[in-house]
């Protein structure tokens, strides 16, 4: 089994305005809601592609009981742990003719002690026939970084495959603790403050974490590892129109998926870059288009040569 889990999950909107701009009004043309979060997102793409997953998250206040009536209809293995706080919303504003989204996220309140024992209580059970474990997305307001570790090494210790995707003081405290980690391109420069991306890449290898799949947006996915200074490259090659929202939260369905199949470095990372950008073409998070298994024959794959900058 893989699990998902969703320290912070929410309530995504997302709405299709053409032509949005700032300090003006708008109608909207379409409006999706459903239960979101990264981890969230990871769970909906493994299970619609037959893997055996289930999400894991707190949840609470109405927005908590909409959250899980959908995610429910959506027949996505899920687990909650009740929370006083109400789960959160995000928003996200598409434009399709200028091809941008805002993302606007409310951000999460702050659990208990008490709380936060129960998730991980939980957290532990399920751990007991997880082969991998998505960390996914932010956490809640005031959450020390010793809680995240927590998780970590629970998850070490069961001997379960570990991947965190998250950003910040947590993504470096991820990577001290020996995680898998997939941060963007944004998210590892402003963590480790490198001038580069290679060089923040090679910080996070230095503080402990055991690969990084570095996402680059339009120019693919980086592949480091502590096995070997070869870094693997692959990207789709050509640039597509749609909403990116939740393209990262595909590829770490992929990563996982690939890493419960036995998959190669290369099968990985062409995995993981064609269904990001099968997710590009949808609507909303945390579906695959149909043309994945057609844009997987499109990724190109390397190895860089010794001294390549990225």
């Known amino acids: 089994m893989i699990l ?4 912070n999950p929410a309530i995504d909107e997302t709405y299709t305005a053409p032509g949005a701009a700032i300090d003006a009004s708008h109608r909207v043309t379409l409006r999706h809601r459903q239960a979101g979060g990264k981890g969230v997102n990871v769970a909906r793409v493994l299970h619609s592609q037959q893997y055996e997953a289930s999400a894991l998250f707190p949840l609470g206040g109405n927005t908590g009981r909409e959250f899980l009536e959908e995610l429910t209809a959506a027949q996505v293995p899920s687990t909650a742990v009740p929370v006083g706080a109400a789960t959160r919303r995000s928003m996200s504003f598409f434009d399709p003719k200028a091809n941008t989204t805002s993302v606007f996220n409310e951000a999460g309140a702050p659990l208990t002690a008490q709380e936060w024992e129960q998730v991980r209580a ?8 997880a082969q991998a474990v998505g960390i996914c997305g932010s956490w809640p307001a005031e959450t020390r970084r010793s809680v995240m570790r927590s998780f970590i090494v629970d998850a070490t210790k069961a001997g379960a495959y570990t991947l965190v995707d998250t950003s910040g003081d947590l993504l470096l405290e991820a990577a001290s603790n020996g995680a898998v980690l997939k941060p963007n391109e944004h998210e590892l420069l402003a963590a480790t403050g490198a001038p580069t991306l290679l060089e923040g890449a090679q910080e996070l290898l230095r503080r402990g974490s055991a690969e990084i799949y570095l996402s680059a947006g339009e120019r693919g996915l980086y592949h480091f590892t502590q096995e070997t200074p070869l870094i693997a490259h692959a990207h789709l090659g050509r640039k597509l129109s749609g909403n990116p929202t939740g393209a990262g939260d595909s590829a770490v369905a992929a990563i996982l998926a690939s890493h419960v199949d036995g998959a190669s470095r290369e099968e990985t990372l062409r995995r993981a870059v064609s269904w990001s950008a099968s997710t590009v073409l949808m609507p909303t ?7 994945h298994q057609a844009l997987r024959q499109e990724v190109a794959y390397r190895i860089l040569p010794e001294g390549e900058d990225i």
């Open 4 to 7: 998902a889990f969703t320290p």
């Open 122 to 129: 939980t957290y532990l059970q399920l751990l007991e026939s």
């Open 285 to 291: 998070a945390g579906v695959l288009s149909p043309a």
